[in-house]
């Protein structure tokens, strides 16, 4: 890679610092490639030099630019299309929340300034010539930014979010009242780019990236600029702070710098030496300044995605596991990410060579199934910068017969399909996925197309039976409205849309991303992959980390979430939190413990002091006044949410433990843990066997959930929902967890045979039986299928699915019912990367 492809932006590379080689070396060549000193007076020259390289910069564009431009263009694009939706529907603050989200704006931007002017005040009487750069270049990446803003505002002529009804038109304000991009986010982003790269500790760094993006958030929470706005007014601010200092900085000033990794990161390197004067010890040439990141292949420091939860890789590793060669894997928090994935099997591969004694069908059985996970990620620790399309697939399906879609009420006839369109007839699908990494940023975006059958009008009747089902009459709900008609339709969504950094085995990400709490395949009872995933901020370890101060005994992982649901109504807008603490004890017994919750909404004020009960308030009800929890009904402002627990474990069992693994989820509402009180919590409990007796190719799976109670029928009303809201554990119509429904039990059998990881024929059986304590008359769906995958090569996967389905609902439909269903989906998985 030459030297210019190190830098993160098209914009011109800075020069490059000089280091002392040689003594005798020639000065006049020195002088010609030193940077001139940053001084006050040169300020103007520097500003000129900048300005004519910011817009020179995209006749310097590389293929490789793509990296970062393609991510960027893509996201903002779905923004623009989406910020009439976001403002109206997602952002609804009240005028003086608004004012004090200005407010902070405001002050976020005048502390940003104020360090580096202190600096360079501070080194106008000491001799500090760091903090004097940092004041001057800080004031220039400044100046240069809001300059480009300012051009930027003039010619987009974008109406602000509180005009028009927040339809963010384009070519229609005066130019001082355009909000494309936001100077406020490109002023931030600018001085905290510089600042950061001057001082790139970790706690600096924080500090700065977290008020620059507290400014951001506080725009579009003060409804004076469009997420679109904020996020290209953030780019272009980083990116021009950046190039400010790459351009201008002088390098002897400290040992930091914020280059990109060369090519040949992850590999062993040689660095230029040669001898000092009266020395025979060799001295590095350092041809440039020395780097924050590590030159090791360590993971850590390389941002990466999430595998799909629908990907074949999960039920790859965890059948190795489950035979014994990925000793402690997590499955209660998922989805993993592509690191973590490579970790596992590596892992794996020193299992198999470190014991000898396995048998050899175990170790070939294992073999098949690790040939494709090296195939999968064998380049993943290669690239410090990289843009790769990950996938591109199309899906045909049909539902021939009357279908079920409400699993909240009724059943559902497809789950586990991240909330798509269901209903009688034809649907399709056609979608793809790209990813891309720059150091430890991260970006992951998956777009579908999806076209649905539509959903005939919900008759008086059901909505009549609703009304009784879900409503508490004596709490005040209100009425229920029935589902209109709707036709059939084309929509595009997002499945997942996210960005992030990694840490210390940790990441922080931001966006539409799927959560999977739980060792289950039918699906775990908080989180599965049921309902479409939601929009959430996370915080989460990505891999295993020892337990402090008694490693020895095992290790742990967290997760914990703050995210919005859709789809809702009474109230619309809830919000969520979660916390998940996830232990592996030894080799062999995994256990983790859950609390999350539902809270805020319409009627609910979003404020800290709300959020603090939530999380730490035990009290559902009481004298409203205390503002400890609400004993009146439907709308209560005082009600702290619908607080939920967890508990799963996972073990493999003793003598067996190549083979068998035994494991449970547990669900409860209102108490602080389902081992609390087992008989008023909602089990999954699961066996796998990973191989059957003389079929080494063959596993099996039996699974069951009941949402009754483990002694008495609870009916409807006792999981799943609330008085407070009423469209309970959902995201946009579908169950967060388990489909199994309220009041219902489950049983799910399946067994595969496995030609490779991604080629194998299985075949399931389930049924769900619904209780008359919720539905008159209770009900019985069953359902035989048959899955289906087949690799063609490394590249191409055809993947069908067909079943048949009888069920008896007599409060839904009269007498019983069945239908038969299949989809076929053909995936790309092309191997088109950019990377660096």
């Not at 210019?4 to 011109?12: C, F, G, Q």
Request: aromatic letters at 12%.
């Amino acid at each position: 890679m030459n030297v210019s492809a190190e830098t993160s932006s098209s914009l011109p590379d800075a020069p490059e610092p000089q280091v002392a080689t040689d003594p005798a070396s020639s000065s006049a060549t020195a002088a010609e490639k030193v940077e001139p000193p940053v001084t006050f007076a040169g300020t103007p020259r520097r500003l000129l030099a900048d300005q004519k390289a910011i817009w020179t910069s995209p006749l310097h564009l590389r293929p490789s630019d793509a990296i970062w431009l393609a991510p960027l263009g893509a996201t903002t694009g779905l923004l623009i299309g989406s910020d009439q939706h976001t403002m109206n529907s997602l952002i609804q603050i009240n005028a003086n929340d608004r004012s004090k989200f200005n407010t902070f704006s405001n002050a976020g931007v005048v502390a940003l300034g104020a360090a580096p002017a202190a600096m360079y005040l501070w080194s106008l009487f000491n001799d500090a010539p760091q903090a004097h750069e940092t004041g001057l270049l800080t004031a220039e990446a400044l100046a240069d930014s809001l300059a480009v803003s300012e051009v930027g505002k003039f010619i987009s002529l974008r109406d602000r979010p509180l005009v028009n009804n927040a339809k963010g038109d384009f070519f229609n304000s005066s130019p001082s009242a355009s909000g494309f991009p936001s100077n406020h986010a490109t002023a931030a982003w600018a001085m905290a780019s510089v600042i950061g790269d001057e001082y790139p500790g970790w706690i600096t760094r924080t500090a700065v990236y977290g008020l620059a993006t507290g400014v951001s958030v506080s725009r579009v929470l003060a409804e004076q600029h469009f997420p679109s706005d904020v996020l290209i007014g953030s780019a272009t601010g980083w990116l021009i702070g950046h190039y400010v200092y790459r351009a201008h900085h002088n390098f002897s000033l400290n040992p930091f710098d914020s280059k990109a990794m060369p090519d040949d990161f992850g590999v062993p390197r040689t660095h230029k030496t040669q001898q000092a004067q009266g020395s025979s010890q060799p001295v590095p040439v350092a041809h440039h300044p020395p780097r924050l990141f590590s030159e090791d292949d360590d993971p850590d420091s390389i941002g990466s995605t999430n595998v799909p939860m629908d990907s074949w890789v999960y039920p790859a590793l965890e059948r190795l596991a489950a035979m014994g060669f990925i000793p402690g894997q997590s499955v209660s928090i998922r989805p993993w990410t592509r690191q973590e994935c490579l970790r596992q099997l590596r892992v794996a591969e020193d299992q198999i060579d470190m014991e000898q004694y396995n048998s050899p069908r175990l170790v070939s059985e294992a073999r098949r199934l690790m040939a494709d996970l090296h195939n999968e990620f064998e380049i993943e620790p290669n690239y410090y910068e990289s843009l790769s399309l990950e996938s591109v697939y199309a899906r045909y399906g049909t539902i021939a017969g009357p279908a079920l879609a409400d699993s909240f009420h009724f059943g559902q006839t497809w789950w586990n399909d991240f909330g798509r369109p269901l209903g009688r007839g034809g649907s399709a699908i056609a979608g793809y996925s790209i990813r891309a990494n720059y150091g430890r940023l991260f970006f992951y975006d998956r777009q579908e197309l999806q076209q649905s059958p539509g959903n005939p009008a919900e008759s008086l009747a059901i909505n009549q039976l609703i009304n009784v089902l879900d409503r508490l009459p004596n709490f005040g709900d209100p009425t229920i409205q029935p589902i209109p008609e709707r036709s059939a339709y084309t929509r595009q969504r997002p499945i997942e849309l996210y960005a992030g950094v990694a840490f210390e085995g940790n990441a922080l990400s931001l966006g539409k991303q799927e959560i999977y709490w739980g060792p289950t395949t039918m699906g775990p009872l908080a989180f599965s992959s049921n309902a479409e995933p939601t929009y959430n901020l996370r915080l989460v370890s990505t891999r295993p980390h020892p337990i402090p101060f008694l490693p020895s005994l095992g290790t742990y992982r967290f997760d914990i979430v703050l995210g919005k649901l859709s789809g809702h109504s009474y109230p619309a807008r809830p919000w969520f939190n979660g916390q998940k603490l996830d232990f592996n004890f030894g080799d062999n017994l995994e256990m983790s413990f859950t609390r999350w919750s539902i809270f805020w909404g319409v009627g609910h004020p979003i404020t800290l002091h709300t959020f603090k009960n939530n999380v730490f308030s035990f009290n559902s009800t009481g004298d409203i006044s205390t503002g400890n929890g609400g004993s009146g009904g439907y709308g209560d402002r005082a009600d702290p949410g619908d607080r939920k627990s967890n508990f799963d474990f996972s073990y493999r069992l003793p003598f067996l433990r190549r083979a068998v693994t035994l494991y449970a989820d547990a669900y409860s509402d209102d108490d602080p843990s389902p081992i609390d009180a087992p008989r008023r919590a909602a089990w999954s409990p699961g066996i796998y066997f990973a191989r059957l007796p003389f079929l080494p190719h063959m596993d099996l799976r039996v699974e069951a959930v009941s949402s009754q109670g483990l002694v008495n029928d609870f009916g409807g009303q006792h999981f799943f929902i609330n008085n407070q809201y009423l469209d309970g554990n959902t995201n946009k119509g579908f169950l967060l967890g388990n489909a199994v429904g309220r009041d219902g039990r489950a049983i799910e059998g399946r067994t595969g045979y496995w030609f490779s990881a991604r080629t194998k024929v299985e075949l399931g059986y389930r049924q769900n039986k619904g209780g008359i304590q919720f539905l008159p008359g209770g009900s019985t769906i069953t359902d035989g299928f048959l899955n289906g995958s087949y690799a063609f090569n490394q590249h191409w996967q055809a993947q069908v699915f067909t079943q048949y389905e009888r069920f008896l609902i007599p409060s839904y439909m009269s007498g019983s019912r069945h239908n038969v269903s299949g989809w076929l989906q053909v995936t790309w998985t092309p191997e088109l990367h950019l990377h660096r």
